[in-house]
């Protein structure tokens, strides 16, 4: 790996803080705004189906990881299952409440 060039003797160039990007703008990022997109329109006995094979190759668990990361940030509890053709994700059930007192 050589060195920047910029006469410091750093090994990578530096940049103000302002110019860095925040957030994560991953791959999966508009996969999973279709997703939550799709999931606000159903009702709470519904799953939204997405194919494997509309993935163009990547693995469904970084989709699920990315998925994963947003709906935590969005404090939106899902659930996901899957098989052979389809991951399917839906709105978790919220807790039962079980009526015990302290």
Known sequence: MGRSGNGN???YESVNRSDVPQ???GK???AVADILA???RLNARQAVKIPLSSLNGDK???LRSALNRVTREKNIPVETSSD???LYVWR???PKDTG???
Do not use: F, V
């Open 9 to 11: 003797g750093a090994h």
């Open 92 to 94: 978790a059930d919220p």
């Open 23 to 25: 957030g994560r703008k």
């Open 28 to 30: 999966h990022r508009k």
């Open 60 to 62: 469904m668990q970084n």
């Open 100 to 102: 015990a007192t302290g």
């Open 84 to 86: 052979e053709k389809y």
């Open 38 to 40: 799709d999931l606000s």
